[in-house]
């Protein structure tokens, strides 16, 4: 594929984190959104700057969640919908659209009640993907559940 052309992906994809363990979260694409961000239900500081934290991978039918161990890239301070500045951690990850693959910032926010586990922003989009804002899951299908990469729990 040469350079300058762009894969089309829908607003909402299901979404790979390989160095993670993580396959086929539900993200929404939010090209709104400069930041990405995923959904943590626990954040834990450790030495050397890193953070444990644990990924809700799924939340219905069943909660499904994974413990992830990653190195700080920094501290951001974002102003998301609710208008109310909050300071999060982020890490880096390599993120996967249908094997389409290459290095994303994700910020560690409670995603408590929004339907995806994951907001792709238009910082992880730029140069890879272009988004059709009437279609969804164009890359990806549905039907196969999210995957914490070790089976369920």
């Known amino acids: 594929m040469p350079n ?3 894969t089309m992906i829908g607003w909402r994809e299901r979404v790979d984190l ?15 959104a400069r930041t990405s961000a995923i959904d943590v239900a626990q954040i834990e500081t450790l030495a050397d700057d890193r953070v444990r934290f ?3 991978v ?3 039918p069943r909660r499904v969640t994974k413990w992830i161990e990653a190195d700080t890239a920094r ?13 999060r951690v982020v890490c880096r990850t390599t993120m996967g659209i249908a094997g389409i693959e290459h ?3 994700l910020s560690l926010v409670c995603r408590q009640g929004m339907l995806c586990r994951m907001l792709i922003g238009r910082t992880a ?3 890879v993907f272009s988004v059709d804002p009437s279609r969804k899951y164009v890359l990806t299908k549905l039907k196969q559940p ?5 089976g369920e729990r």
Request: proline residues 4%.
């Open 4 to 6: 300058n052309e762009l």
């Open 18 to 32: 390989p160095d993670w363990g993580v396959r086929r979260i539900r993200a929404k694409i939010d090209t709104g």
């Open 54 to 56: 644990e990924v809700v």
């Open 58 to 60: 799924r939340d219905r």
């Open 75 to 87: 501290q951001s301070v974002v102003k998301p919908s609710s208008g109310e500045r909050q300071q």
């Open 103 to 105: 290095e994303i910032e």
């Open 125 to 127: 989009l730029a140069g």
């Open 146 to 150: 999210a995957s914490d990469g070790e």
